[in-house]
């Protein structure tokens, strides 16, 4: 598997095995780019589960639903965000792993399209390790559409492709953060409050392609989707691994 870009091929692995709430969660990764660019941190992958997160779009906040989208994400549970990268609304919960990956790079800004490309791969490449049929490549209607989205089908039902992967990708002078979010149980939930949050936008979508990994393979755990992404990463690079405490000081 070839480097996407990175300086090093020594990735630091930190598991962050509590959310530190929506916004904190939200706002770390951000931090972590800081101290990526500033040289107080190395090539960085950090791990957690969130907690139950809607997060909007800038160009979300200027529609005239988006209010009542926002106080519809609180009535069910969810805490509307605004994030400072990726599209329209995403939506998540503990029922999802998010990877942040975090590398300091003299050129960050010249490979940014092709992170996309190859993490995607690299994404789906750990959930077929695990049985799912994944794939590249946005399908229609899907909630935050990407170009480079992942998905996944049941065997006998490949027309009906549900998004299990979305990404994001911020990128400064001097380091860059791909943000992952893998959908893997619960995606009922998911599906009500997407509903919900893109009529009160006024955005067409289609809820059917709202899914988790575990719709296609029963059994499949968040816990079993993180060691594929650890396996398929260590293939990447190589890991060290750091407590959560060390990213915080």
């Known amino acids: 598997m070839q480097q996407a ?6 990735l630091t692995l930190v598991r962050q095995e509590q959310s530190l709430g929506a916004v904190r969660d939200l706002d770390f990764g951000i931090e972590l780019l800081g101290k990526a ?55 998540y919960h503990e029922g999802t792993l998010i990877i942040d990956h975090v590398e300091p790079h003299s050129d960050a800004i010249a490979g940014a399209k092709g992170r996309f490309a190859f993490f995607g791969e690299m994404l789906a490449g ?10 590249v490549g946005e399908i229609p209607g899907e909630y935050c559409p990407g170009e480079y989205s992942v998905h996944g089908f049941a065997p006998g039902v490949p027309d009906h492709r549900i998004k299990l992967v979305g990404t994001a990708q911020r ?11 893998v959908v893997v149980e619960n995606s009922a939930p998911i599906r009500e409050v997407l509903t919900a949050s893109y009529e009160a936008l006024g955005l067409d979508w289609d809820p059917a392609t709202a899914g988790a990994a575990n719709d296609l393979v029963p059994g499949l755990d968040v816990q079993a989707i993180e060691d594929a992404v650890v396996r398929t990463y260590a293939e990447y690079a190589t890991l060290g691994q750091a407590d959560f405490s060390s990213l915080r000081a």
Not at 5 to 10: I, K, V
Not at 38 to 53: K, V
Not at 171 to 181: D, E, I, K, P, R
Request: net charge positive.
């Open 171 to 181: 990128v400064v002078s001097g380091a860059w953060l791909f943000s992952s979010v």
């Open 126 to 135: 750990a959930l077929q390790s695990v049985g799912v049929h994944a794939a």
């Open 37 to 91: 660019r500033a040289g107080d941190i190395g090539s960085t992958l950090r791990l957690y589960r969130p907690a139950p997160t809607v997060a909007f779009g800038q160009r979300d906040t200027r529609l005239p639903g988006f209010g009542a989208a926002a106080q519809t994400c609180r009535d069910l549970g969810f805490e509307p965000l605004i994030r400072k990268a990726g599209g329209r609304a995403a939506a």
């Open 5 to 10: 870009g990175a300086d090093s091929r020594t």
